[in-house]
């Protein structure tokens, strides 16, 4: 059973900063895209970050661009969101995804596999 699994979250302040990550288990590590999605309160669930296989292909959202890197440590099998610059717009529950083949996209279809979130919250 493939198992995501998010840390890392937490309250900082505005430009401030913090490192998700997000442990995979139950499936090989290889040919696995994945993405970071988030969801703030009475909003839908919107793309964040997004990596190939084998990070050739990055994807970020306008909103974070430039302040937040997706990078992912094979040997670890897991998955990071370095979040840089911090704003109260940030805050919201972050999830980990991840999906069978290489290709890496900005839509949720994509993913198979999800995380249980973990909450990012920026105070002012």
């Known amino acids: 059973q493939v198992q995501l699994v998010e840390s890392g979250g937490g309250l900082v302040q505005a430009g401030g900063s913090l490192r998700l990550s997000c442990a995979v288990s139950?499936?090989?590590?290889?040919?696995?895209?994945m993405a970071w999605f988030r969801q703030a309160p009475g909003k839908e669930r919107e793309f964040v970050a997004a990596?190939?296989?084998?990070?050739?292909?990055?994807l970020y959202a306008d909103s974070v661009k430039g302040r937040f890197t997706i990078a992912r440590d094979d040997a670890k099998h897991t998955m990071y969101l370095q979040m840089n610059r911090l704003s109260v717009k940030d805050t919201a529950i972050y999830y980990c995804?991840?999906?069978?083949?290489?290709?890496?996209?900005?839509?949720?279809?994509?993913?198979?596999?999800w995380g249980q979130g973990t909450q990012v919250t920026v105070s002012s």
């Open positions: 139950g499936r090989t590590f290889s040919n696995y895209a």
């Open positions: 990596s190939s296989w084998n990070s050739a292909n990055t």
């Open positions: 995804a991840g999906g069978a083949g290489g290709y890496s996209s900005r839509r949720g279809v994509r993913y198979s596999d």
